[in-house]
């Protein structure tokens, strides 16, 4: 049996629930939350960093067919400036923007310190970007953050500060400790307060759809599968398609884990809602219990549905984009945990005719899933695959 048809068998929806206030209409343009100019600002400053280039958007035909979609089309940020996730997108082009205006200021960048929380890629990203501007990072990491991830960091010259607890725990460190020593936040989520930031990663963000668009020529997705822990990424993603398409936008639906749902659980309630992580999920990526104030201004009213799924198909998916079972060419394709979780919420719903009808999945559907990252943790990844990077 190949790793495509065990996951099929595996692929879990635990929930799935439409969006009451799906409504996008024109985008709003507002630049407390995100405008065409940041982002349009963000994604020339990027392009005109060294070794950029825009990442592969792949084909997975053997995917489209499985599933009985016209096209599943997937975004490879394995790639990303040699990060190996869309995370060397925010974080870095954070640093850069506020490092910028320290030193306008007068200031001096070895006396510049970013720190963030992270469940590892964004302080990956945080630690590449102090690196490249010359500052310092503080990076604080939960129990669960492998020490592989953690060995990544300290790589760029981060000093990693391990915080018993969740995510949130971290963040709470982080935060406190930042206000004490007077070091710069460079978070990917944002709270009341603390948007200026966090809306420069979103812009980072957004250079993945642009470059999609570009990619795709005239075309657009109808649907896009995009993974959310706090919502940044899924935002990033949403403000050039928004931007482009208004009121006809294509279908975006968030994927969570069902350990961590906090955007689902927000949609249902209709505001921010705390989740609690009683457990964690493979897919660390999306382990957070609680949603960015920026992302809930901008995907509440783009988000079409959202999906809560299992971790059954995380496993076989990695096999499977490793081993070059979703495309008919064969391409081998690194695909790290949080990358599998809209193939496995696309196999899952097209396996369930009520939820693949509620969702408008057909044979004229063209689909857009995000690999977020490649092996950030190599040993897991060679664990699970079964191929030594």
Known sequence: MSHLNQATGQCNIVECITNPNHNPGTFPDDDRV????????????????????????????????????????????????????????????????????????????????????????????????????????????????????????????????????????????????????????????????????????????????AEVMDQMGDKRPSHAFLPVGVGGLASGIVGPFWNDM?????????????????????????????????EETMMAGLSCGEISALAWDMLRPTLSHCLSITDDGVAPLMQAFAHGQLTSDNTKIEAGECSTSGLAALIAATSDPKIKAQLGLDENSTVLLIGTEGATDPALYGEITGINL
């Not at 850069?96 to 890629?121: I, P, W």
């Open 246 to 278: 208004g009121d006809n936008m294509c279908k975006a639906i968030s994927v969570e884990s069902s350990m961590s749902a906090c955007f689902l659980e927000s949609i249902r309630n209709d505001r921010p809602t705390l989740v609690d992580i009683a």
């Open 34 to 209: 995100l405008s065409n100019a940041q982002m349009e600002t963000a994604q020339s400053v990027i392009a005109a960093w060294p070794d950029y280039t825009p990442t592969q958007l792949l084909e997975l035909d053997l995917a489209a067919k499985a599933c009985g979609v016209k096209s599943v089309l997937y975004k490879d940020e394995s790639t990303r400036f040699g990060l190996q996730s869309f995370k060397a997108l925010g974080g870095a082009y954070a640093i850069a923007d506020v490092l910028n205006s320290f030193v306008s200021n007068g200031g001096k960048a070895e006396d510049f310190t970013a720190a963030t929380a992270t469940d590892g890629n964004h302080g990956r990203s945080v630690a590449w970007g102090a690196q490249q501007a010359g500052c310092n990072a503080k990076i604080y990491i939960h129990a669960h953050v492998s020490t592989a991830r953690e060995d990544a960091m300290k790589a760029y010259g981060a000093d990693v500060i391990r915080v018993d607890g969740n995510y949130e725990a971290s963040l709470a460190a982080c935060k406190q400790d930042a206000e004490k020593h007077g070091w710069q936040l460079v978070s990917d989520t944002s709270w009341d307060g603390y948007l200026d930031v966090p809306r420069q990663v979103l812009a980072g963000y957004s250079i993945i759809s």
